[in-house]
Every structure is written in structure tokens, then in C-alpha cells.
């Protein structure tokens, strides 16, 4: 196989992907190669296009060794192992990540010009490249789209090696590609014309695209950062509120993570689309996480929650709304604890990969209708939920996804559990309201 120019890759990668067109997809392309591949994608499915930049971190004294990757807006995908195994301190890892998000957005900026980016929250997104070599790349693409709020993430190149599934296995939910040919040594060498694409081009890809599809979906009409003045702690988060909401999610999310969760803003975009408004916030200051044991404070962290449900009860936006919790890990413990404090001020609750043992003493005062979410092979958790089903008192179930571990990264697990936690939202939460 192989293939004129990126040009003719795109129009037969385009052929493979034709299934997607009912979704109304989002395309986006890797630069600057993929851009031209994407362009094609793109206007075979008359979908919008846009250009993916992300900027990988690397390890101060090891540059080559990623310790997380960036993209725009606040995505952020960091490898937690890496920086504890080279000793990264939180100064060291702000310091790389300020350098390269200033790169990040001069190239952004280069590319794009002065049209806005398109929101992935709530879309499918296929990222494009023109072939798969090492794939890393693609990998940090793919994360940091998810970490957009993608609701589905297809990674699609007209060539790669024929182990590339298995080499980026979890990455994307569906991977395509045209050829797969054995042997590969190069990306380059299945394209009669494989010039390097200049920014020219794909700044002319990008407009040419623009102009085809001058109208994009609107973004919801609040969907912003906000600051949250909690006793005497301030605290950031994301509120994001779809037109028409009747009911409003707030994430806790558990030990180690924050609003920037990649998960749970995946679970968020679903609740959007669905027109559930959603609050992702950091339940503990930047000098709070530096004491662990505040992680596992669930008191602490539940009145954190009390407190934040009290400003959405008198916020413009969201005063009307109904109130629920998702929360995972640790966070859904603190979840059950502020609703069993709140009642009736809490409509519904969901855990996914919970820890409700945690909140063992208040169980049975929770009033709020409770959905627990453990994977099918995280067996020491699901043996701590089904204990804390039995404690329980309020109408509550127990959903089991198969074949998902703890952290929900196996292909199409992650979906699935967003997709009870909308069903039970809208149940138990918007009907209601």
C-alpha cells in the first residue's frame, strides 16, 4: 500500500471512517503533518476541523523522559510515576510546565489565528496524523483530548505498524487505519511525496475548513473557571452550565487528583450533553495536598462540599438547580458524608471506584438516592461496596462494569459507568426536579 501524497491518505483514511458521520464528529490534526490527512478526514465528513497542539513535559535534567504532557486551556496530563521516581518537586514540574504552555500557545496562536478553538466537551473526536511510528505522540494527543471532555475518542492514520493497536492499547476507544504492512521502518516510506507540510500549509488547511463550516456549536452559555470562597480557604473550579439545566453535578474527586481529572471531566462532558450542569473543583488548596493525610481527612473534605453546595444554592447560575455528587475514590465517601449532613439538600449521589467504607458511620442517614460503581475487576473495592450497600438506607444500587479495574482505563469501561451515572441522574435528579 501506498499512498500519492497526505492529500489522497486523508480521502482513503476518510473512506474507512465513514461510519462516524452520524455523530457529528469533531477532527482534529496533529501538526503539521497530520493537518493535511485531517483535512480530508474532515471534509469527507463534513465535519469541522481544527489542530490538536500539545507539548510534551519532560524531566529537567532528562528532557527526553516525559513526565506529562499540556494542552490548551487548562489540559494537563501528568505521569505521576515518573515524577516521583526522578524526584520532580511541584516548583521543578510548574517551571517546565510554564516554559513549554508558552510555546504551546505562541503555536497555537501561529496556527490558528484569530479564529476560537472548538470545544471538544460532549463530542466524538477522531485525532488525526499521517501514520503511526512510536506513537507517543498520539498517545498524549489522545489523552489530552479525553481530558477535553471528548465523549469518544478515535484515533485514525493512513498507516502504522501492525502491532499499534496493542502498543496504545486504552489510549482511544476505536483505532483505524488503512494499511498495516509488514515490514515498516518508516512512516515516510509508504508516501511517494512526504515533503514536510510548513505552517503555511496547515494555517491554509485550517482556513480553507473555517470557511466550509463557518458554524460551529456554540459553547453552553456558562462554562468558565470560578473561584470558590470556602470558610477561610479559596478554592478553583469549573463550572460548566448547559442551557435549560434543571440539576447541577458536583465532582469530588479522590486522593491524588483535582478538577483537572481527565476521568472525571469525561463523565462531566456526558452529564452536559445530557444538560446537567456540572461543578469539577479542588476539594484542598496547592498547600493542603502537601499533607497527605489531608487526602484521607473525609470530615474535612465532606464540609468542603457542604460549603460548595451552599454557594451554588445562591449562586445566579445554579441557585435553582437541584443538587447531586459524583464522586470517586476517596471523594465519594466525603459525598455521602456532606449528603447525609445536607438531606434533602442533595437529590442524588453516584461513586465511581468509591470508597463509602470511609463514610461507614453516616451511611445510614443518607436520604439521597445512591448508585455505586466499582469495576468488575477491582475485586478488594467491590467487596468494601457491597458491605456499605447493606449499610445503607435511602434507595441505592450496586452497578458492576466487567472487565474495568480500578481507575476505569480499559477501553469503553469509562463510557459505560458515565453513562449509568447519566442515567441515574436523570432519574433520580432532573425528573425529580
Known amino acids: 500500500m501506498r499512498f500519492t501524497d497526505r492529500a489522497d491518505a486523508g480521502r482513503q483514511l476518510a473512506g474507512r471512517l465513514a461510519h462516524l458521520r452520524g455523530d457529528h464528529p469533531v477532527v482534529v490534526g496533529l501538526p503539521r503533518g497530520g493537518v493535511p490527512v485531517a483535512a480530508e478526514v474532515a471534509r469527507e465528513l463534513g465535519a469541522p476541523l481544527d489542530v490538536i497542539v500539545v507539548r510534551k513535559l519532560g524531566v529537567p535534567f532528562q528532557p527526553e523522559l516525559a513526565m506529562g504532557a499540556i494542552g490548551e486551556g487548562d489540559a494537563r496530563v501528568i505521569n505521576h510515576a515518573v515524577v516521583h521516581a526522578a524526584g520532580v518537586t511541584g516548583h521543578d514540574l510548574a517551571a517546565v510546565e510554564a516554559e513549554q504552555r508558552t510555546e504551546l500557545t505562541r503555536r497555537a496562536r501561529r496556527f490558528r489565528g484569530e ?28 489523552a489530552v483530548v479525553r481530558s477535553e471532555g471528548a465523549s469518544r475518542v478515535v484515533l485514525a492514520v493512513p498507516v502504522a505498524p501492525t502491532d499499534w493497536t496493542r502498543r496504545l492499547a486504552g489510549a482511544a476507544d476505536e483505532f483505524v487505519s488503512v494499511a498495516t504492512p509488514e515490514p515498516f521502518h518508516a512512516v515516510g516510506e509508504f508516501y511517494d511525496d512526504f515533503a514536510q507540510t510548513t505552517d503555511d500549509e496547515v494555517i491554509g488547511c485550517l ?40 440539576a447541577v453535578v458536583v465532582f469530588a474527586h479522590g486522593s491524588g487528583s483535582s478538577r483537572h481529572s481527565p476521568r472525571n471531566r469525561y463523565v462531566g462532558s456526558v452529564l452536559n450533553e445530557a444538560g446537567i450542569a456540572t461543578l469539577l473543583f479542588d476539594l484542598l488548596t496547592p498547600l493542603e495536598e502537601v499533607d497527605r493525610s489531608n487526602v484521607f481527612d473525609i470530615a474535612l473534605l465532606a464540609q468542603r462540599l457542604v460549603g460548595v453546595t451552599r454557594w451554588l444554592n445562591e449562586d445566579e447560575a445554579t441557585g435553582e438547580l437541584s443538587v447531586g455528587y459524583f464522586g470517586a475514590s476517596t471523594g465519594a465517601a466525603a459525598a455521602l458524608v456532606a449528603a447525609a449532613e445536607l438531606r434533602a439538600g442533595v437529590g442524588a449521589v453516584v461513586s465511581r471506584g468509591g470508597r463509602p467504607d470511609l463514610a461507614a458511620p453516616r451511611l445510614a442517614r443518607v436520604t439521597a438516592p445512591t448508585l455505586l460503581i466499582v469495576g468488575g475487576l477491582d475485586s478488594v473495592v467491590l467487596d468494601l ?49
Open 385 to 433: 461496596n457491597r458491605t456499605a450497600l447493606a449499610q445503607l438506607r435511602c434507595e441505592s444500587s450496586l452497578a458492576i462494569v466487567p472487565g474495568a479495574t480500578h481507575l476505569f482505563e480499559e477501553p469503553g469501561t469509562l463510557r459505560r459507568a458515565a453513562e449509568l451515572a447519566r442515567s441515574w441522574f436523570l432519574a433520580h435528579l432532573v425528573e425529580s426536579a
Open 207 to 246: 482556513r480553507e475548513a473555517s470557511l466550509a463550516l463557518p458554524h460551529v456549536a456554540d459553547p453552553p452559555p456558562r462554562d468558565s473557571a470560578v473561584t470558590l470562597t470556602i470558610g477561610d480557604v479559596t478554592l478553583d473550579g469549573h463550572l460548566t452550565v448547559p442551557e435549560r439545566s434543571r
Open 115 to 142: 479564529r476560537p478553538r472548538i470545544s471538544l466537551a460532549g463530542r466524538v473526536v477522531v485525532v488525526v496524523d499521517d501514520g503511526i511510528a512510536t506513537g507517543s505522540t498520539a498517545r498524549v494527543a489522545c
